[in-house]
């Protein structure tokens, strides 16, 4: 149950007329009656004799009485409140009950308040109704609307209750506008998967993923294909911006345009050069273990998405063990991985990554105030993946997207901890959304990678050797690694640790050290990419290793002091 206090209005007739009529786009049906103040209030969706006049005058009596030095400019309230969409279809009786419930827990009138002001519910949908109220009592002060909106979501999660509907989260007005009913029925014409609205935030927050000044942003948003209008002052200094689809046009044939603003509170020009203006952290080799060695310039998918591997596991420390502002800044940046990856992905996992990014949205923005520059790790694995191009899904940028979903699994699963803990249930919720796709895109991804490695530890011999190994280093969850079905591609990793010169009992030590594994569906697979990153193994276990990496434990400790040195 979604109410939505609208913005106040000064003609009574006007938004009776708008309530009444066919709608916009045709879509209001059978507009009538389901309370009202009065019980002998006229309908004039169901009276032939009841006119829009009649219920303007009846509504406007206490304004009317007032001297004209006192009355209101501004007196029209107006509320609409929408049932979820898997929510049965309500009858007139309930919907009328709620619309008293809702003016009540609005300050607008009352229970028992025989003062109040005057109210009408109008429905003419199945979903939703809209209710209109004068705000001029019967003895002529003013209503007490203190915080309206809080009060009419409070009172909304009461009516999920008791009627038995979906219950929603109580939002803390971070949220993106939501389309309105006019923008739903004129998608649903056009048989568009989205509103525009939707797929103008989709496409705007893609084309801000990374970006590093100004004109790479509009230059995106061009190369994406809508119409782009900048917004100057009189100086010429850019303030904002404006976009719009190009078969998305008003009656008049005019392209609809949407400021940033009114796609998401983090989409507006100041907002998204926050991203770039702050001061970037130093991102040289801090927090790079001495057992993993520096990687290389970015060249291709697959290194773009090694790179974003690391960063998202430094940024899942912070976290867990930064301050609020490091956290929120991490898990806006994590957003834009998101995007980068779901816009880069092969066309097998595409789908899954795509619906992960859209419901991570919700999740990227709450209250807390994000400290830029501490996330310009995670930025800068959203450039790397969007300017190394899309990845084959297959080989070794293949696996490597797996790698990168399983880490990712783990970062949107702590955000959603976070936002737990700071008692965010709409970003919580969005988070555990995301995380379900990034599940499914992580199966899909993983499929011949983890089948490679699974015929190849099915060795007997191997799996003893690797099984003492694994009861060495990690002696409380041996027994359930071993009784996976992922076992044999760990114990194939294990050997190939141990091929590259590396000792396998440290490595699991440092895979495990950080972070909790009780998340994760299969604990092998986990161990698997976490030691094939470490290690610097190739994700493809049908490849060998780079020519240009170091092999041996001496090697890559003389690569990462050298590299530090530079």
Same mark, same amino acid.
């Given at each position: 149950m979604i109410p939505r206090v609208h913005k106040m209005g000064t003609r009574t007739i006007g938004l009776i007329r708008y309530l009444y009529g066919p709608g916009t786009h045709e879509e209001h049906t059978?507009?009538?009656?389901?309370?009202?103040?009065?019980?002998?209030?006229? *309908? !004039?969706?169901?009276? +032939?004799?009841? %006119? =829009?006049?009649?219920?303007?005058r009846l509504l406007d009596q206490p304004v009317e009485a007032l001297p004209k030095s006192r009355r209101p400019t501004e007196h029209?309230?107006?509320l609409s409140v929408r049932a979820a969409p898997e929510d049965p279809v309500l009858s007139d009786e309930q919907w009328g009950d709620i619309a008293r419930r809702m003016v009540a827990a609005t300050g607008?009138? !009352?229970?028992?308040?025989?003062? $109040?002001? /005057?109210?009408?519910?109008?429905?003419?949908?199945? *979903?939703?109704?809209?209710?209109?109220? %004068?705000?001029?009592?019967e003895d002529g002060r003013q209503p007490r609307r203190h915080n309206e909106a809080k009060r009419s979501q409070a009172e909304a999660r009461l009516i999920e209750t008791d009627y038995g509907l979906r219950r929603l989260n109580t939002g803390d007005r971070t949220a993106a506008q939501r389309p309105t009913s006019a923008e739903r029925h004129k998608a649903g014409r056009f048989q568009r998967e989205r509103t525009p609205r939707e797929e103008l935030r989709k496409t705007v927050r893609h084309a801000a993923a990374g970006v590093q000044s100004e004109e790479e942003f509009f230059g995106r948003l061009t190369h994406a294909g809508l119409l782009v209008k900048r917004r100057l002052a009189p100086s010429g200094d850019l303030l904002g911006y404006t976009v719009a689809l190009p078969d998305d046009c008003n009656k008049n044939g005019e392209p609809v345009f949407y400021s940033g603003s009114k796609l998401a509170p983090d989409l507006s020009l100041p907002r998204i050069r926050e991203r770039w203006t702050q001061p970037a952290e130093p991102s040289s080799d801090e927090g790079v273990s001495p057992e993993q060695p520096v990687l290389p310039p970015v060249t291709g998918?697959? =290194?773009?998405? /090694?790179?974003a591997t690391a960063a998202t596991w430094q940024s899942l420390l912070l976290i867990d063990h930064g301050d609020d502002g490091t956290a929120a800044a991490q898990i806006a940046a994590a957003g834009e991985v998101l995007d980068?990856?779901?816009?880069?992905?092969?066309?097998?996992?595409?789908?899954?990554?795509?619906?992960?990014?859209?419901?991570?949205?919700? $999740?990227?923005?709450?209250?807390? /105030? @994000?400290? /830029?520059?501490?996330?310009?790790?995670?930025?800068?694995?959203? =450039?790397?993946?969007?300017?190394?191009? +899309?990845?084959?899904?297959?080989?070794?940028?293949?696996? %490597?997207?797996?790698?990168?979903?399983?880490?990712?699994?783990?970062? #949107?699963t702590?955000?959603?901890?976070?936002?737990?803990?700071?008692?965010?249930?709409?970003?919580?919720?969005?988070?555990?959304?995301?995380?379900?796709?990034?599940?499914?895109? =992580?199966?899909?991804?993983?499929?011949?990678?983890?089948? #490679?490695?699974?015929?190849?530890?099915?060795?007997?011999?191997?799996?003893?050797?690797?099984?003492?190994?694994?009861?060495? @280093?990690?002696?409380?969850?041996?027994?359930?690694?071993?009784?996976? +079905?992922?076992?044999?591609?760990?114990?194939?990793?294990?050997? *190939?640790?141990?091929a590259a010169g590396h000792n396998p009992a440290h490595l699991l030590a440092e895979?495990?050290?950080?972070?909790?594994?009780?998340?994760? %569906?299969?604990?092998? *697979?986990?161990?698997?990419?976490?030691?094939?990153?470490l290690a610097y193994l190739p994700a493809d276990p049908a490849a060998s290793l780079p020519r240009h990496m170091p092999t041996t434990q001496p090697a890559l400790k003389a690569a990462n002091s050298a590299a530090r040195r530079r």
């Open positions: 059978d507009p009538h009656l389901v309370a009202a103040w009065d019980s002998l209030v006229p *309908d !004039p969706g169901r009276n +032939p004799k009841a %006119t =829009y006049a009649d219920l303007q029209v309230w107006h607008i009138a !009352p229970e028992g308040d025989t003062a $109040a002001c /005057r109210w009408a519910a109008v429905r003419h949908a199945d *979903d939703h109704i809209h209710i209109v109220a %004068t705000t001029v009592r998918p697959a =290194y773009a998405r /090694r790179r980068a990856l779901a816009d880069t992905s092969a066309a097998h996992t595409r789908r899954e990554l795509r619906n992960a990014a859209f419901a991570f949205e919700r $999740a990227s923005r709450s209250h807390v /105030r @994000a400290v /830029r520059g501490h996330d310009h790790a995670l930025r800068q694995a959203a =450039y790397d993946l969007v300017h190394s191009g +899309p990845a084959l899904g297959r080989g070794e940028d293949g696996a %490597t997207t797996a790698m990168l979903i399983d880490t990712a699994f783990f970062l #949107v702590a955000a959603a901890k976070w936002h737990a803990r700071k008692h965010h249930a709409q970003q919580a919720e969005a988070a555990h959304q995301a995380a379900e796709h990034l599940r499914a895109a =992580y199966e899909i991804a993983a499929a011949q990678p983890m089948s #490679v490695l699974h015929q190849r530890g099915r060795s007997l011999p191997l799996q003893r050797r690797q099984a003492a190994v694994l009861r060495q @280093a990690l002696p409380e969850i041996a027994e359930q690694v071993l009784a996976e +079905p992922g076992w044999p591609a760990l114990a194939a990793t294990l050997a *190939d640790t141990q895979a495990t050290r950080h972070r909790e594994l009780d998340s994760a %569906t299969s604990v092998s *697979d986990v161990l698997v990419w976490r030691l094939r990153r």
